[in-house]
């Protein structure tokens, strides 16, 4: 098995991309693009509730949810409806 030696340029070479790729996925996130599925904690910081509330919400069927073992996972697009839903417009 050959050895490969690392230099100092190949260390920054590697910090550079790092970065690159690091401001990249902060600008995707920063304009507004979302995962697909978000887990039950994401939804409630998302949304600043409690863990009763959102369990409220899926029980009375206004979220739907998929679970996978032990694990809860919304559609953001689901999230966008029902916040649009019950949007309150107090401009009248």
Not at 8 to 30: A, H
Not at 55 to 79: A, C, E, H, M, S
């Amino acid at each position: 098995m050959a050895k490969e030696i690392i230099t100092t340029d190949d260390l920054m070479i590697f910090k550079l991309e790092l970065f690159d790729e690091l401001k990249r996925l902060f600008n995707e996130q920063s304009k507004g693009k979302h995962k697909r599925y978000v887990k039950s904690g994401e939804v409630r910081k998302l949304l600043n509730i409690s863990w009763g509330t959102l369990q409220n919400i899926r029980i009375n069927g206004n979220l739907p949810y998929t679970k996978i073992g032990g694990t809860v996972f919304y559609d953001w697009d689901d999230i966008q409806r029902v916040m649009e839903k019950y949007k309150v417009d107090n401009t009248d």
